[in-house]
């Protein structure tokens, strides 16, 4: 079985790119507490506060994780079709809803969002109950893929005064 059974997650479509095939999988990540099972997993993680303009605001690193069991699963999967697992293997994409209730600010760095890349995303507006797709670059999923802690997305909420 490649995924948990608890995982929000499918095979949605095989590709061929040249020589290699790919196999494109959609999984759905929630906030966890730490006894999680998910195959993956996205930590917020308080980066403090901050005062943008006179408004004070909350913000929160997102830092994505693969559960070790999840990619002991790929590595056997590639394995017994004498392929390796590496970066240019995986890609990584986020979908961020704002299910705040104002707009929130964004920040990434070297991302795609939206299918545009940019080299600097920051602390762009998501308005309520919109959304946006970032796709993190080679050196970010090799990092997810080494389990290495990374934050690569900010989200900047307001606070209450």
Sequence with gaps: ??????????????????FSDYLVAQ???????????????????SQGTTEIDGK???????????????????????EDNYET????????????HNDEKDEVLVTSNQVWVDGEPKFQYFREPLQRRDK????????????????EPVINIFVYRPVEN
């Design 56 to 78: 004070k605001y909350e913000v929160m690193g997102l830092q994505p994780e693969l559960h070790q069991d999840f990619l002991k699963r790929i590595n056997n999967l590639m």
């Design 1 to 18: 079985m490649l995924f948990s059974k608890d995982s929000n997650a499918k095979l949605v479509d095989c590709k061929s790119e040249g």
């Design 27 to 45: 999984i759905t990540a929630e906030m966890v507490t730490e006894t999680s099972n998910k195959d993956i997993v996205l930590w917020r993680k």
């Design 132 to 147: 946006i797709t970032i796709r993190f670059n080679n050196l970010v999923n090799e990092l997810i893929i080494r389990r």
């Design 85 to 96: 697992l590496d970066s240019d293997d995986m890609k990584f994409m986020l979908v961020l």
